[in-house]
């Protein structure tokens, strides 16, 4: 394990993602009038319709460019979830399905074909060590940051890169390259459906060797949404708190290799007991209500929340900066800075009875 940290630190550096690039559509249209004088503008060609058209198009869009930005960072819920437009409507609209939807999402995630294996470093990977797939992530986290992707794209690349590494060996100086065509499939299949639609052509140059289906698949943000929405309250400032800090969490799993180990909906859970320790460390952070909700016990998890636990006191991983960097952010309530008590009080692994 000493040889591969080692060699950790021999790896080719990643390249680091560019500053926030401006849209041509952003660049405003009179920017050659003198603003200070109130001149006229300056004469030119009578515009012709198609012109005209145009300027108006690329008008029209600049103004939706603006709406979706406006609408990414308003609420965190619309983070988690940017396609959710009125979540107590839709709440109660698939209220008799969500039975079923949970059952289907649980059959999904234990599929052979969506786990990677949880000792491919040991058995498949000789050139590469966890560290490496750690800053691989941390600028991964980077990217979808700056280019404004949904938390799911994110989580659905770093599966890809681990069940890739799972049945493949990749060499140091490839690795930064799956990591970010992992990233260009899971925003094909993500982002839109314009988008979504092109997933097909991912089937056809495997030779079908994945369907759709497979390309997709439940991840630790699809069970972290429903959990979430088990324990929301009335209070609105607390609810979006818990929801900052379960999306930091989850967020910094993705930098843990043990955390394969565990199915998206353990480390879902997970992050949802620390969240509610940090918020409340004197308060018992399970319940009967949730162990409902998630289908697991306190016992069930201890393993996985003592994980995430050191991964928030940056015990894990404390050179990967990208995922604190971004949760100290005033939109996501500055979550990676609270602190948190370095010791869960043991009671709080008792499994809750009735």
């Not at 080719?12 to 004088?37: I, M, V």
């Not at 509610?276 to 909700?293: A, E, S, Y």
């Not at 996985?304 to 991983?317: D, T």
């Amino acid at each position: 394990m000493e040889s591969k940290e080692n060699a950790a630190h021999s790896a080719p550096p990643l390249r680091q993602s560019r500053g926030k690039r401006k849209a041509l559509a952003e660049l405003p249209a009179n920017e050659w009038r003198d603003t200070k004088r109130g001149s006229a503008p300056r004469p030119s060609k009578p515009r012709t319709r198609s012109a005209a058209r145009a300027e108006a198009e690329a008008e029209e869009a600049r103004k939706r460019l603006e709406a979706e930005d406006a609408a990414r960072g308003a609420d965190v819920t619309r983070l988690l979830d940017p396609k959710r437009q009125d979540p107590g409507g839709a709440q109660a609209a698939v209220a008799p399905y969500l039975g079923d939807i949970d059952r289907y999402l649980r059959s999904l995630e234990v599929e052979p074909l969506r786990r990677p294996s949880p000792d491919y470093f040991q058995k498949i990977q000789k050139d590469i060590s966890p560290k490496m797939r750690a800053v691989l992530v941390d600028w991964l986290v980077e990217v979808a940051n700056e280019f404004k992707l949904q938390a799911e794209t994110l989580y659905l690349a770093v599966s890809y890169v681990d069940r890739f590494l799972t049945v493949n060996v990749v060499t140091r100086d490839k690795l930064q390259l799956l990591g970010v065509t992992a990233l260009r499939v899971a925003v094909k299949y993500e982002e839109s459906e314009s988008s979504k639609m092109k997933v097909n052509k991912y089937t056809d140059i495997t030779d079908h060797t994945y369907t759709k289906q497979q390309i997709g698949g439940p991840t630790i943000a699809t069970f972290l949404r429903r959990f979430i929405a088990s324990c929301r309250g009335g209070n609105r400032i607390s609810s979006k708190k818990l929801e900052c800090i379960c999306s930091y969490l989850a967020e910094l799993s993705l930098l843990d290799y043990d955390c394969i180990s565990y199915l998206p909906s353990v480390v879902a859970a997970a992050c949802l007991f620390v969240a509610r320790f940090t918020i409340r460390p004197k308060t018992h952070p399970w319940n009967l209500t949730l162990q409902h909700n998630t289908g697991y016990k306190v016992s069930d998890l201890q393993k996985s929340i003592f994980i995430i636990h050191e991964l928030q006191l940056s015990i894990r991983y404390p050179d990967q900066k990208a995922i604190r960097e971004k949760y100290e952010d005033l939109k996501f309530e500055c979550v990676s800075r609270m602190a948190s008590p370095r010791e869960i009080p043991a009671s709080f692994f008792e499994d809750c009875n009735k």
